[in-house]
């Protein structure tokens, strides 16, 4: 189907599945998850709200978990890692 920007596999755009796999990457490389400074150097966001726009995505869409009220709280979700 052209001009559909999900990803059929996925369930997560193009841009949104980059994102969610630079995540995983940072957390199997680190054992911790990314700063949303560190998820916009990674993905070469523009901004902070950029990230956050993306981050909420992936949890609203069920790939990862925020721990609220705590710095790089990310953490990803079920059999997706």
Known sequence: ?????????EGLTPRQLEIYKEIVD???????????????????????SEVHRYVHQLQRRGWIRLGYGRNRSISIVGGHL
């Open 26 to 48: 940072f957390i199997k490389g680190n054992k911790y998850s990314p700063s949303y400074e560190e998820i916009k150097q990674l993905s070469n966001l523009r901004s902070k």
């Open 1 to 9: 189907m052209k001009g559909n920007k999900k990803t059929v596999k």
